[in-house]
């Protein structure tokens, strides 16, 4: 899969399929899956489905209000790292600046103030964080105004309230259940967003393409 940046700031998405041999590879217009079988660390083989993307599908998640370029944001990468070749703990983001990757260097006493992501086997944080940190990372490129999805902001720098998830209405043609809301406080058969997290069905489960396997930390929690 290929982002390609163009001299006038656009960009196109293309995706090539490689041969069964693996000697070489096809540019693919529309859409594919792949069966294939991997190996669990039990040994136990299973047999996996991959989606190839069409050319149009690219730009779906890649889109302009996302930046294109999806990539790790400032408060995932805003915590203590422990780096196993030195065995020391530092700040990723300020271990970015001291490297010259980050310019300017990063306001290093004000780090520990900042945003930051927590993931949702972190239970340091409060779970309502964790879970918005999943939404951040997993929905928010396209949930956010100008990305091409109708309902809720995924961004976990917007107050909750603002976010538009909590006891709000379905938006778009998307119906299951009367009552039902994004998000219903302590009721996930009323929830859409784990609803359609926990589903495979076309049309239904989130997200829309590229993903076949429900991840079950993020439905259980």
């Known amino acids: 899969r290929f982002i390609i940046c163009l001299p006038d700031g656009d960009k196109y998405g293309i995706t090539y399929r490689w041969l069964d041999d693996g000697s070489d590879a096809v540019l693919m217009n529309a859409r594919s899956t792949i069966n294939y079988t991997v190996r669990q660390k039990s040994g136990t083989p299973v047999t996996r489905e991959w989606t190839v993307p069409s050319r149009a599908d690219c730009l779906a998640c890649h889109n302009a209000a996302a930046g294109q370029a ?9 915590h203590l790292f422990t780096y196993p070749s030195t ?23 004000g780090l520990s103030a900042r945003l930051r992501a927590h993931a949702l086997s972190d239970s340091t944080a409060p779970l309502e964080h964790r879970v918005r940190s999943y939404i951040d990372s997993n929905c928010s490129h396209c949930h956010q105004p100008g990305g091409g999805a109708p309902g809720f902001d995924g961004r976990l720098y917007r107050p909750l309230v603002e976010q538009l998830l909590i006891n709000e209405g379905i938006k778009g043609h998307f119906s299951f259940v009367p009552g039902g809301h994004l998000v219903t406080p302590g009721a996930v058969d009323t929830s859409a967003i784990h609803f ?23 439905v259980g929690a």
């Not at 065995?87 to 006493?109: C, E, F, H, R, W």
């Not at 997290?197 to 993903?211: H, K, N, Q, T, W």
Request: charged share 20%.
């Open 196 to 218: 359609r997290a926990a589903s495979r069905l076309d049309g239904v489960e989130m997200p829309p393409i590229a993903r076949e396997v429900i991840d079950a930390e993020a």
């Open 87 to 109: 065995g020391l703990v530092k700040n990723q983001m300020a271990t970015l600046g001291y490297l010259g990757l980050i310019s300017p260097l990063p306001d290093l006493p």
């Open 70 to 78: 999806l990539g790790l944001k400032t408060h995932q990468l805003n």
